[in-house]
């Protein structure tokens, strides 16, 4: 059974994610919309009147499916089923603020798409406030078909910057790896595709495994661990022209690369003083700053806002927890003390939160840390969860997590409210990186 | 140093698993070895008198066939033992392991042109870096014991595949149990 999101509105789950999958598919995208209630948190009500549109896109979606699903998956939105829409306006003339306002909506959304020749497409669209009866946005794109998703995905960030204040992060991608079984035996792909999950590509294919692929903070690039020469080497690659650079081969681990903020530098875990430690590679010297000196495990860096510190996993207090040190090295001040289990944090864009993999008891699963708490609180409602990445607005995680013997891709809301299923397909999916913010050019 | 001369023939290497149970004892005296924390802490080094066994010539062969004569079979049959497994999240020998090692390290310093390779692995728990660094540490807790007897570490390498690499998928103890092993490789 090949699900779809025909449906505007998907019904509330509230047993576990994982009883409610469909089967796989290797060329269905679909993404499901769970939605675990959580908390109280207010959640904007929205309408999207479907766009007159003279272009169905190849997937038999809409543009205003798009924008739904974009919306819905935030958790800072409720989208109004189109179910429940009393008319369908494509036109300011044409709208009626009272029929929005008989179904709750405080905003609406409405659109048109035209076909202008030469395979050009305009695509219009208004977004309103319907207690004010007053136009908040109006804008128009010209592009050609393939970038109509693109638009879709502008205007999420358009809507969603105008009524949260938050800049959108729907206009943006990922990179993960995909393992699958290929013509000639398994193969590993780095793949770069829509933050959704659509039109993916392979900037890397190998018959050895590939780990921790991290965007660097222009876009433009990716670091990733690659076992192709039969053990752990790190490499950076131009996303664009496929162009590599070997970073660091030495003997032992060669892992776990966290680019700077200014990209000038890379964290890496190598073990070849004798034991998994932290070094700071030069990108420009090529030379290499020791950060940790002891003998458990430390790994996986990450690299505070403002440049100062580095989170890394360390066993030192006998099970993996979350340290901070000085980029300078130092002492190392132990952060999370709840749970066994606590590794792989990242910083939030505002330096306030990190995201990590914690097991309090439960499994694996996707946590946050407060600053201000010194708290972990679980977010997901899965158990054997890897690998989250902050979207570069810091509102939603992207992670990877099992399911029978496959793992696959979701987000989750930063309060936890929502959870979204991407990428469905056979193989399994892992190691999602969210990408920085597109630039618009 | 031992001077274990023999005729020792090496199994065609396989991944084979090491069969915990039922195991014959090693006889062998062994003194002072005392390894404490896999974390490298405190190691100090003894020898090991091995009893029961013959002085042959020492020229050494990668044949195939057993030879009855040089290692004792106990040994020999650890030796062809090539899986050390580990409990979760630790990268501690515990004394079956030692044992095991103790007679890979006999028989590399019986088998003066034999290298070997030692592969760490993790089971799928927790995140992939890691159990890279997890098998990395398992590894090199092998490396070590072989260096302390007396194996030269210019024929000793380490290598990690964590995660990447598991005999058994799926989940649940049996299946990570059999996951969480450095694997011996000669050539």
Redesign the interface.
Known sequence: MICRTRKNRIAVWTISLFAVLCSYSVTSHAVFTIEVKRGTEAKIPISIAPFSIEHILQDGLQLSDIIETDLNGSGRFDVIPRTDHLSQPHELKSVDFKDWRLINSEALVIGRVINIGNGLFEVRFRLLDVYREKQLVGQKFRVPAGKIRKVAHQISDIIYQKLTGTPGAFDTRIAYVVVQEGASGIEHLLQVSDADGWNPTTILNSTEPILSPTWSPDGNQIAYVSFESGRSTVFVQDVWTGQRRLITEFRGLNSAPAWSPDARKLALTLSKDGNPEIYIFDMETSGLQRVTNHDAIDTEPAWSPDSKFLLFTSGRSGGAQIYRISVSGGPAQRLTFQGEYNANASYSPDGRLLSLITNQGNGYKVGIYSFQDQSVRELTSTSHDESPSFAPNGDVIVYATQRANRTGLATVSVDGQVQQVLKLQGGSIREPAWSPFTRKL | MQNLSSLFAVALLSLAVAACAGRKPVEVEESSIEITDA???EVSTGTASPSGLTEEESTTTLGLEDSTSGLDSATMELVNTRVVYFDY?SSILTPENETLITAHARYLNSAADVDVILEGHAD???????N???G??RA?AVANLMLVLGVSPDRIE?????E??PVS???GEDAWSLNRRVEILYQ
Do not use: C
Request: cysteine-free; proline content about 0%; hydrophobic content about 20%.
């Open positions: 974390t490298g802490s999240d799928a728990r927790g995140t992939r870096e890691y890279l660094a997890l990395e540490n090199k380490t290598v990690s595949y964590g990447e690499r998928i799926g989940s």
